[in-house]
């Protein structure tokens, strides 16, 4: 066979989940409760509840839909040899932190969680399936949210590091690849999600994410440092919510608006893969009145940084610095990062801009600056899924978009950008982030679950599946 895809040998094909949006079992063995376990379904105004948590806190919703997701927590065994029928070589997914240190701030281990995640790892490897393993998904325990503003108190990084450094000795040997923060620049966004505070009760909003960002960036820096003392063979990464801006015009002003809009994230991986904060930052956070309090020390344990970046894309987005454009612009109401409209592209049934070409810019943006390997942990389209009568599932949708993003990235390979592998997003149905749904899915695997929480949870193989499966058995090759 003439081998026409540039994927090497040992690419790591495979799917992606978090605990927060799959295990359900909230209570179960003695865990405690993270941000999302307060969030309601979109029909109960989820988006509005995640930009105001003190209603998540104060009010009773009717349904909880993290409480028991798609329930995991009881069927990964039966999850996990479907993945290992479609040859996945890896498994993304988190470890819930409340699972081990249920409130947060305790010295020891809940040894309950930490046997689950052992459970959960041997699995994978009985089936030579690579866990790649997120430390931080969306997860600070919600008692560090009550009493200490979340990631806004520099205490956190202790209790973060303490977490991480009990992960890391238990699941040594088992587990390899690591990414510290999920998508760290969505602190900017969501910072209940991303860092287990409100916003809303301070002052200068963006001087307390700045803030938290910074006790991030520490965190993931000293997590990298105790990993690799743990392990020499441990590969730790960042991870963002990737995505390019594109200017909407020629205008000079539009070009630096998408500059800076990707700056913001960028911010982030700049001070995690170069070790010190970006020359731009000073004038930044001038302009916006920021102090960013720092320890002496902290310049020394951001040198601490990682092996490879990890990265969610979904699409891209449209930027404008003219301010009549932006007054009068029809915006995408989808994504929670915003953008104007792109009329050369379509959209998803969720408003999300359809690009695969934006791959292969934003992997080449990416090794541009900064030449370490990338991952594509998070790529995939949230869509409704018809059974037909006889039970099949014909998502030629999914297939049509995961296969022009895969040859995108296979463009990104051939252009000379180092790959580690890909994670489709939700690679069976879960909990969406962004709306609390079931009815976005995501995955090769249906589950009988609908946006209340009503049905079987059964799982059950869309036309996808065997797509993916054949793709990997071809190393990419055939799609
Ligand atoms: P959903 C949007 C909102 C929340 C999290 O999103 C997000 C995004 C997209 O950038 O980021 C990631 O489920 C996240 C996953 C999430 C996935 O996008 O809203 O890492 O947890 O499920 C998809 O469709």
């Not at 105001?52 to 349904?63: G, K």
């Not at 978009?401 to 051939?414: G, P, Q, S, V």
Request: with cysteine.
């Amino acid at each position: 066979m003439n081998k026409t895809k540039s994927f090497p040998e040992n690419f790591l094909w495979g799917g992606a989940i978090a605990a927060n949006q799959y295990e359900g079992g909230y209570k179960e063995g003695g865990r405690g409760l993270g941000p999302v376990d307060f969030l309601p379904n979109k029909d109960e105004d989820r988006v509005h509840v995640m930009y105001n948590p003190h209603l998540a806190m104060s009010q009773t919703f009717d349904y909880y839909p993290s409480h028991k997701a798609i329930d995991g927590y009881h069927y990964f065994k039966e999850d996990i040899a479907l993945f290992a029928e479609m040859g996945f070589k890896c498994l993304r997914l988190s470890i819930s932190w409340p699972r081990i240190f249920p409130q947060g701030d305790e010295k020891e281990p809940n040894e309950a969680g930490l046997k689950f995640y052992d459970d959960l790892f041997d699995e994978c490897l009985k089936y030579d399936i690579e866990p790649v393993v997120t430390l931080n998904h969306f997860d600070t325990p919600i008692y560090l949210y009550e009493k200490y503003d979340g990631w806004t108190n520099r205490s956190v990084i202790d209790f973060f590091t303490n977490y991480a450094t009990v992960v890391f000795n238990r699941y040594k040997g088992k587990v390899k690849y690591w990414l510290t923060f999920n998508e760290i620049n969505i602190l900017q966004v969501l910072p209940f999600l991303g860092g287990s505070f409100d916003q809303n009760k301070f002052e200068n909003p963006t001087q307390a994410k700045y803030q938290a960002a910074h006790h991030q960036l520490v965190a993931s820096a000293l997590a990298t440092k105790i990993g690799r003392e743990v392990d020499s063979n441990n590969m730790i990464g960042c991870m963002l919510a990737a995505g390019e801006s594109y200017p909407n015009t020629c205008n000079p002003d539009d070009i630096w608006e998408a500059k800076m809009m990707d700056r913001e994230g960028f911010f982030f991986i700049d001070v995690q893969v170069r070790g010190h904060y970006p020359s731009y930052s000073k004038r930044f956070f001038e302009e916006h009145n920021l102090t960013i309090h720092q320890e002496p020390e902290d310049a020394d344990i951001l040198k601490n940084t990682v092996d490879f970046i990890g990265f969610s894309y979904y699409s891209t987005k449209v930027v404008s610095g003219d301010e009549k454009v932006l007054s009068s612009a029809e915006k995408t109401d989808g994504n929670i990062f915003s953008s104007l409209e792109n009329p050369y592209l379509p959209k998803s049934q969720w408003g999300w801009i359809i690009d695969p070409k934006g791959l292969r810019i934003t992997m080449n943006t990416l090794y541009d600056r900064y030449q370490i390997p990338l991952f594509v942990v998070e790529n995939g389209l949230g869509a409704v899924d018809k059974i037909e009568d006889n039970g099949d599932i014909i998502d030629d949708y999914r297939i049509d978009y995961l296969r022009e993003h895969i040859l995108a990235m296979d463009e990104a390979i051939k252009d000379g950008v180092d790959v580690l592998g890909y994670t489709t997003w939700g690679c069976i149905d879960i909990i969406s982030a962004g709306t609390g749904q079931m009815s976005k899915r995501y995955g090769f695997i249906y589950v009988d679950v609908d946006d209340w929480g009503k049905g079987t949870f059964k799982r059950s193989k869309k036309k996808s599946f065997t797509w993916y499966k054949e793709l990997i058995a071809s190393n990419g090759d055939i799609m």
